[in-house]
Nanobody
Framework: QVQLVESGGGLVQAGGSLRLSCAVS????????MGWGRQAPGKQRELVAT???????NYADSVKGRFTISRDNARNTVYLQMNSLKPEDTDVYYC???????????WGQGTQVTVSS
C-alpha cells in the first residue's frame, strides 16, 4: 500500500498556469509507472501524463505542449506543470502509482482544477 496526496489545484484564468504536486508515502525510485489522470463528474477518468522509472513520458494529445510531468525521487514527489490552461482542462486531477509485484494502480484523493474563461 502507498498513500498519494495531491496538492496545488485551484482556480485560474484561461491562459494561466498551475503546478500540481503528488507526495508519496514511500520511496518512489523503485516504483515503475506513475502519472496523472483527470475526471469530470459522470465521465471516465482520462490519463493525461505518465512517467516511468526510466524517464519515458507520454501525454494525452489534448495536453501535449502544455503540460509537463516530472518526478523527484529525492522528495518522493511527482509533479504536473500545467501551462496555457483552457476551460476544458477543468477537472479533478488524480495522481497514481503502480505498486507491488502485480503493479496494482493506486490513486490519490484528487485535487480540483478550475479554469475560468
Amino acid at each position: 500500500q502507498v498513500q498519494l496526496v495531491e496538492s496545488g489545484g485551484g482556480l485560474v484564468q484561461a491562459g494561466g498556469s498551475l503546478r500540481l504536486s503528488c507526495a508519496v508515502s514511500r520511496a518512489i525510485q523503485r516504483i515503475n509507472n506513475m502519472g496523472w489522470g483527470r475526471q469530470a463528474p459522470g465521465k471516465q477518468r482520462e490519463l493525461v501524463a505518465t512517467i516511468s522509472r526510466g524517464g519515458i513520458i507520454n501525454y494525452a494529445d489534448s495536453v501535449k505542449g502544455r503540460f509537463t510531468i516530472s518526478r523527484d525521487n529525492a522528495r518522493n514527489t511527482v509533479y504536473l506543470q500545467m501551462n496555457s490552461l483552457k476551460p476544458e482542462d477543468t477537472d479533478v486531477y488524480y495522481c497514481y502509482a503502480d505498486v507491488g509485484y502485480w503493479e496494482e494502480r493506486q490513486w490519490g484523493q484528487g485535487t480540483q482544477v478550475t479554469v475560468s474563461s
